[in-house]
Each structure stands twice: as structure tokens, then as C-alpha cells.
């Protein structure tokens, strides 16, 4: 059996403490009481009646005195104010720590006399992008002075907002450790990547299918690791990250592009979301007009052979008196080869009535002039700076026929239909474009611009001995607006473009306006033929539902007077004004063959037509 007693013992010593010594001895003076405890035999309670700390500020004083298990009105012990010393040096803020008691008739008053740290340096732990010097300069003020908990925070709010403005998305401060020499350890985070992932979604966002099974993609990881510039080892970085979703959302092979960035300890997962676009599809179709009779097409586009973004676009007409053609291959530039180019082959053959010569005007014979063109060009692509730009060399043969396919090289008036006075002309030319796309959506979009640029200049070889110079320029602008509520989609779109041409000009090289893609409520090239244009357009798209849109619109264009020109004066000859504007209504629905239009407009000699197509017509 533990037997429980108590005494009263008066001592005219009075003992100090100190935790250097190694060992504490209590001073007790009246109504000292002592029990028996399992784990410390012997130990002596007695009333703490006041608790003070020394040698520090009120901020040091607070924190010794949360530390300290010791507490006024309560009682203490020998062991227990020596583990207040220790707890008092565990927070690593003081450098030495006394306990003085002093007796009074009630119990004991305790004295903490604590000597603080002098912070004298700092020492980063972890840290990559984050130098001593400028860490040096959150702490400067703090150098040469009592350690101060609340400064240490300040500077470490600082750091961690110097690694937010800078982009570092999951860098951090994890911990700032004072020792006795006054040197403060600064251990961070700086989110170093541990790996880069691709996850694929479904068009709802899950990564699994019905079934369970996780969703695969056609295009294959090894390319899209070649293609974001994020690798292991690396910090990660919000400029970093956000060019490597551009560039995955530019390869056109994706509907939506994301990131999910997840902790591993000190070092973070990258895993990029991507919901993939359908990358092959065959469209056949069919008609009939009176150039050609019954004829059938059939388009096939695959713009991810192999799962590396290479792409063929092959577009085929047949009827029994034609065969027509277009066939093009694109390898596109790679930002993981910046040395290697982009390129595109493509080769055609192409026959049909001709935009510059249609009207009122036909061949001696009667029959309306048809234009052929067969050819082919290749060009290298890579882009500078901002701009996507192409280097090409294209050769096309161009002639004027008769619907029998007969050459017809003048119309029923004696005017001259190609340059050449033979009905067949050789077009060699070198081509330069630039473009700068800054679009938020390619296929839809709702903010941004782009800007293209180009010049082609012939080579006189071949028959007609051509030397000209194609100049052109095009520049589109979006802005959102919410005319409609905060909820909805809108956008207003701006399109000005214009163009020259220097030199020889054949009659079919010149700029056609009017029609669904130039003014509309005109047909195609009923406005003008010219030498030079300037086209401008403006539209108000907007949501009806799902997936309906409307689009209010108008456009303007004019040849600049430059119709006559041109050889033979096609455009005079055939009484087009050279300027027209217009203004009507549109339907916009998304389809699975894409975003179809009908457009209703009404023109400047208040003839209307309902014009239908595919696209939005900039």
C-alpha cells in the first residue's frame, strides 16, 4: 500500500537555478507540501504565488511564458522548473535560461531570466530560384538585433508573396529555425517537379469510361512530352506552365487543355488534363450544276497520323466528265526541334467556272469561260518571335476553257482571258506570310486578334513570262461583351483587310469581291474585280440556345477604282460597280461536321439573298 502524508518544513536557505548547472535545487519555505509520486520519488511541490520573466521585450515574455508549464497560484517542483528551462530553450529563441525563486510566507515567487538570440545570419535550406541575396534583403533589419518571432513571420509572408509574384506557383516557405549562434535556417519549398503527366478526358471530363477503363488518346505521350517545355527536376512556373497549355491547345488536337499540379511531400505531380478532338473524318457528298452535271465528292482528314500532329487533307470530285483533286500534307514545326522547320506538300487539280470572268460575257461559242488550274507548291514553316511564318515555292498552270474543255484565250468580245494571248499561262512563285495569332479560341473564338501579312512575287518562266507582286494584309479583333447578361457569350468581331498588286496583273489573278465570304447578299465576285481592295466587316454574334447562335452583320468593300486596270477589264466589260456594301441577319449551329451558317442580307441596290455555308466567315 502508497502511503500519502504531509509536512511542514521551514528552510533559512535560499537555493538558486540554474539549467547550465545541470540540476535545480527548490528553496522551500512554509506550507510546503510533499507527496510520494510513482515517477518521481521524493519530489516536493510547493505555491508558486508570482511567475516573472527577465531579460526581454513583452513579445520574448509571452512566448516564455506559454512555453512554461509553471503558472501563478498554482503549484510547481523541483522537476517541473526544469522542464520549463528546457522548454523555454526547445523554442530555440534564447540562448540561456535561469530560474530564480525567492521564498515568501505563502509559498515562492519564480524569476525566468532569459538571455534571447541575436540574429546575426541567415542560411537557405531547399532553395533553387530563391538566392541568399535576395532572401537577405526580407531580413535585413532583423541583422544585429533580438530575435523577434513577429519579424521573422513578416519576412516570411514577404518571401512567400516574392515567390507568388514571380510565378512560382507552388513554392512556399515551410519553416524558419533560429539556432544559438543567431543564424536563421530557411527551409522552403519551391515545388521542384517530380514528373509530368497527361491524363485524358471524355467530352464530360472523366478520366474513365463507362466500364471503368481509364480514357486513351490517339496522340502519344512521347510526343507531348517533346512538346512542353516542363521536365522533372525543374521549378515549377506559372509562365512555364501556361506556354506549355498554349502550345498543346495550338496543336488543334484538343477541345479543352488543362493542369492539375499535385503535392509529393516538397516536390509536386504536373499532370495536363487534355480532352481530345476527333482527329479523322470522310465526308462524301454530292450535286449537280450545269458546268459539270451529277458529280460526287468525298473529303478525308486525318490531322493526327501517327499521333504526332502530322496531318493529310485529301478532297476528292468525280463526275463522268472530270476528275478533280487536292491532296495536302503538313508536318508542322515543333518547339521540341527548334532547328527543324514545319513543312507542307500539297498538289491539285482544279476546273470550274471562273469567278473574274463570270457574268453576262461568254466565249465566242456561247459557253461561260471555265478556269483549270493544276500544280502544286511546298513551303517550310517556323515561326519568329510571336509570328508563325512560311517560306513557299508553288507552280500552277492556269487556262481558259470552254465547257467541252476546249483553250478559249479571248471572250465573245475579243478580250483578252490570259496573260500569255494563248489561253494558258505558267504561275511560278515564292511566297512569304507571317502571321501572329492571338486568338483565345481558334475554332470559336471570343477575345483577341490575329494579324496575317504576306507577299508573293512571281518568277517569269513559262508561258506568259509573268513578273508580279501579290501584297495582302488582314487583321481580325474580337471583344466580349454582355449585352445580354453576365451569363451569355457575345462577341463583337472586326475584320479589315486590303491588298495590291504590283506588276503584270493576268485578268484571273485579280482581288474578287462580293459573295458569302467577302459581301454579303451579293453573289461571288459581283462587286468587283480590281487590282486593289479594301474589305471591312463587323458582326454581333450571340446565343439563342444550345446550339444555336445568332449573328447580326455588315460589310463593305471597294476595288479602289482599280477595275480598268486589269487586262481585258473583265470587271467594266461585265458592269460590276466596284463597290458594294451590306447588312442582314445570320443562324450559326454547331453540327458535327462543324459550325453551319445561313446568313440573310440586303444590299446597297436593295437586292436581298439567304447565302448558306460552313464556318464562321471570320
Known sequence: MRIFYTTVVTLAVLLSLNYSDGAIALPLEARLKQSVDPTQEGDVFILATGVQVTGVEEELQEIVKRAIATREGSDTSNSQLQADIQAILATGLFVNAQVITTTNPTGIDVVYAVEPVVVKAIQLSNANVLSENIALGFFQPQIGQEISPKAINQSRVAIDKWYTTNGYLAAKVLAINPNSQGVLRIDVAEGIVSSVKFRFLNRDGNPTDSEGNPIKSRTTEEFLRREVRLKPGNVARSFTIEQDLRQLYQLGLFRNVNVALVETGKQIDVIYELTEKPSRSVSPGGGYDDDTGIYGTINYQDFNISGINNSVDVDLQFSPRDLQFGTTFTSPYRASEPNRPGYEVNVFRRRGTSPTFDGNIDLANGSNPREGRYGGGFSLIKPIDDWQTSLGLNYTRISIRDRDGNISPTDELGNQLSF???????????????????????????????????TEQSIPIGQGDITMNRLQA??????????LGKRNIEVLAFNLQGGTIIGDLPPYEAFNLGGLDSVRAYGGSEVGSGRSYILASAEYRFPIFQPVGG????????????????LGEPAEVRSKPGTGFSYGAGLRVESPVGLLRADFGI????????QFGIGQRF
Open 420 to 454: 500569255s494571248g494563248k489561253g494558258i499561262d505558267d504561275l511560278t512563285t515564292l511566297s512569304v506570310s507571317a502571321i501572329k495569332d492571338e486568338r483565345n479560341d481558334r475554332s470559336n473564338p471570343t477575345q483577341g486578334s490575329i494579324l496575317s501579312l504576306s
Open 474 to 483: 488582314n487583321y481580325i479583333q474580337y471583344f466580349p461583351v454582355q449585352l
Open 551 to 566: 449573328v447580326l452583320f455588315a460589310d463593305f468593300a471597294t476595288d479602289l477604282g482599280s477595275g480598268d486596270t486589269i
Open 603 to 610: 444590299n446597297n441596290r436593295g437586292e436581298s439573298q439567304v
